[in-house]
Nanobody
Framework: VQLVESGGGSVQSGGSLRLSCAVSGYTHNRYYMGWFRQAPGKEREGVSG???????AYADSVKGRFTITQNNAKNTLYLQMNSLKPEDTAMYYC??????????????????WGQGTQVTVFS
């Protein structure tokens, strides 16, 4: 499985960005998917995930502001980020997991990772 993120950039506080993750080498519905982020000096944290049955999970810090979706073919993952705050500044990573039952926001439950895309929010 290969994952390639895009859509990062610099945006003013209150603005929006949409991240995309192109998935290849994918067997339909075999993986659950997630978005993680890592700020300098901090641990990588789960932002949002989507399960095989399309159930979703969000970190408390982004609930109501971020939305995770997939296209019908499930080969592109999106993260719509609205009302961005400076504390959202981080490198954002797309990930895929294959456990029978995976915890969507736990990085230990993911097997494949993209290279990341930088999001910077300035006030």
């Amino acid at each position: 499985v290969q994952l390639v993120e895009s859509g990062g950039g610099s945006v003013q506080s209150g603005g929006s960005l949409r991240l995309s993750c192109a998935v290849s080498g994918y067997t339909h519905n075999r993986y659950y998917m997630g978005w993680f982020r890592q700020a300098p000096g901090k641990e990588r944290e789960g932002v949002s995930g989507i399960g095989r049955n399309d159930g979703t999970a969000y970190a408390d810090s982004v609930k109501g502001r971020f939305t995770i979706t997939q296209n019908n073919a499930k080969n592109t993952l999106y993260l719509q980020m609205n009302s961005l705050k400076p504390e959202d500044t981080a490198m954002y990573y797309c990930a895929a997991g294959s456990k029978t039952v995976g915890r969507l926001l736990y990085r230990q439950d993911y097997d494949y990772w993209g290279q990341g895309t930088q999001v910077t929010v300035f006030s």
